[in-house]
């Protein structure tokens, strides 16, 4: 069985940084494009940031854009999420997913068919 594992949340003050792992269980992620999505209590999924399966294209919600960077590792096989700057509004489950194609745009939309367990992460003072 094959699925997603996010690692790297935690509490941070606001400003802080903390950069969130993706890594393929039973599989690799090349040849996968990646998502970033988050989940505020009472609110509903957001796209954060994806990156294209051959890491040519990647793509920020407005909220972030700036803040947090995507990338992906050299062997392709772990995606990170490089957060900075953090700010309370930030405060969310993250969760990872993929979905296996060689589009040449990554999507902010939920059209992902493997997504992680989410993992916590805290902006407060």
């Known amino acids: 069985q094959v699925h997603v594992v996010e690692s790297g949340g935690g509490s941070v003050q606001p400003g802080g940084s903390l950069r969130l792992s993706c890594a393929g269980s039973g599989f690799t992620l090349d040849r996968y494009a990646i998502g970033w999505f988050r989940q505020a209590p009472g609110k509903e999924r957001e796209g954060v940031s994806c990156i294209s399966y051959n890491s040519a294209n990647t793509d920020y919600a407005p909220s972030v854009k700036g803040r947090f960077t995507i990338s992906r590792d050299g062997a392709k096989k772990i995606v990170h999420l490089q957060m900075n700057n953090l700010q309370p509004e930030d405060t969310a489950v993250y969760y990872c997913?993929?979905?296996?194609?060689?589009?040449?745009?990554?999507?902010?939309?939920?059209?992902?068919?493997?997504w992680g367990q989410g993992t916590q992460v805290t902006v407060s003072s």
């Open positions: 997913a993929a979905v296996k194609n060689t589009y040449y745009y990554c999507s902010l939309e939920p059209d992902y068919d493997t």
